[in-house]
């Protein structure tokens, strides 16, 4: 595997796959990579000749007060595992590369209507620096196709958004939630429980599929399945953000008579840490 740091570097390597007739996948993340990020490079290594990683901690898509400083920088062992995995390039950039005028002069880009609920509501702007440093990875790229995990859901509605409307050519993949055995879902965050916060994580994907248990029973309204959800979680020490259930297409309010389609989304901080998950209902 390669490391490369400059966009020069990583755009000549790229050149010389176009020029054998090889497709290119691509892997975008933050770094301290766990089994759930192997797994998106399994997906793209078993649909694209070549795969490009690239581990960068976005300083745009970390509001005031957010982990942006502590976040695990673990490069060396992110180099190991995506070598094991079957990488062909880790591009690594350092912040001046990929924001060249400075992260608060950079152009960003505005995902309308699904960035303005649930994260986008409690985390303002969160989405313009996933949006921005997306379309950059794109553009430096130019995969044929990108895989994005489906814990982060919003994200990966918000970045298929772009892609369309951008009428970028790239087709954009689902890779789904990878699991701890008692329910939790993989997360570089999850280093930050305590042991007794760790113990009762998984309070929330059991929320979630009891919430998935009572709507497809019927009888319940899904805004009384969401405060009952909501509830719950605060009773086993958790302090939600929000507990809802949305279309998964679009993430908008469902109508009463609305059965298929259907996610339930949850995001709840547990001690110092902010936990996200969700289950589609289908």
Known sequence: MQTVTDAAAL??????????????????TMGNLHAGHHSL????????????????????QFGPGEDFERYPRTLAQ????????????????????????GPAASVSIHVPLLTETLEGAHRPGHFDGVATIVAKLF???????????????????VIERMVRDLSLPIKVMAAPTLREDDGLALSSRNQYLSPAERARAP?????????????????????ALEQAASARLQRAGFVPDYVAIRRAE???????????????LVAARLGNTRLIDNLIFD
């Open 41 to 60: 490079l399994k997906l793209a290594r078993d649909r694209a000749d070549r795969v490009v990683a690239s581990v960068f901690v976005n300083p745009t």
């Open 203 to 223: 309070q929330i994907h059991a929320t979630l599929i009891q919430m998935r248990e009572l709507f497809v029973q019927g009888g319940h309204a899904w805004q």
């Open 78 to 101: 992110d180099q190991a595992g995506l070598a094991e995995a079957g990488c062909d390039i880790l591009f690594a950039p350092e912040v001046s590369t990929m924001y060249p005028f």
């Open 11 to 28: 755009r000549a390597a790229i050149r010389g796959w176009r020029t054998a007739g090889q497709t290119v996948g691509l892997v975008p």
């Open 250 to 264: 679009d993430l908008g309010a469902p109508s009463v008579d609305e059965r298929t389609g259907l996610v339930a």
């Open 139 to 157: 553009n430096l790229v130019q995969p044929d196709l990108a895989v994005f995990g489906q814990k982060d859901f919003q994200q990966l509605r």
